[in-house]
């Protein structure tokens, strides 16, 4: 008898405690859930803005002159030796190809493309002045596919 009884009181308290919990501030647990989501919303705007703006894939970007888009392999494959300004193109330990749509064509009597074509497949064939036969050949291979349209992004890189 005397053991049940405070059990019973307990669970009856409990329950008391729990129905008014529940039911003593609906309008309260209401607010609060839409308040709690608001900050979230909030937040992924925020994070996906700069994202959106410093994140933006180089290859994605069109050229600074020609408005022709960065080839991807351009950026992996020759972008480790070779600058491109505003790209992700950095390199430093060949000439800077920039402009190389214009300068191309004064190189040799081939003529632009012909000019780039040939120092990517056969790279010593004529020397940038001031450097050394440092450029690695089969790199049309390197490129694959995308080797045309990495000339052609050159080329118009005026
Ligand atoms: C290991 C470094 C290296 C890599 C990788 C490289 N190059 Fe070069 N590149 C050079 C050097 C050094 C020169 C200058 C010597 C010469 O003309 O071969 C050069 C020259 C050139 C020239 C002639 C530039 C001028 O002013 O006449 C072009 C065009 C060129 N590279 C394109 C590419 C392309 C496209 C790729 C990627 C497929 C590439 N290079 C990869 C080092 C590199």
Redesign the pocket.
């Known amino acids: 008898m005397f053991g049940r009884t405070p059990i019973a009181l307990l669970a009856l308290l409990i329950a008391a405690v729990a129905i008014v919990a529940a039911c003593g501030n609906p309008g309260e647990s209401v607010v609060a859930q839409p308040t709690a989501l608001a900050p979230q919303d909030e937040i992924t705007p925020i994070t996906a803005d700069p994202a959106d703006s410093d994140g933006e894939p180089a290859t994605q970007e069109p050229a600074p002159s020609g408005g022709v888009a960065v080839p991807t392999?351009?950026i992996t494959?020759?972008g480790?030796?070779?600058t491109v300004a505003d790209t992700g193109a950095a390199?430093q330990?060949?000439?800077e190809?920039t402009h190389?749509g214009t300068?191309?064509s004064t190189?040799t009597d081939l003529g632009a493309e012909a000019?780039?074509r040939q120092?990517?497949e056969d790279?010593?064939a004529?020397?940038?002045p001031g450097?050394?036969?440092?450029?690695?050949g089969g790199?049309?291979a390197?490129?694959g596919s995308e080797f045309d349209a990495?000339v052609a992004y050159?080329v118009s890189l005026q």
Do not use: N, Q
């Open positions: 392999a351009f494959t020759c480790i030796c070779h390199g330990v060949g000439p190809l190389i300068i191309a190189r000019y780039i120092s990517i790279p010593t004529f020397l940038a450097f050394g036969p440092v450029m690695p790199m049309d390197a490129l990495v050159l």
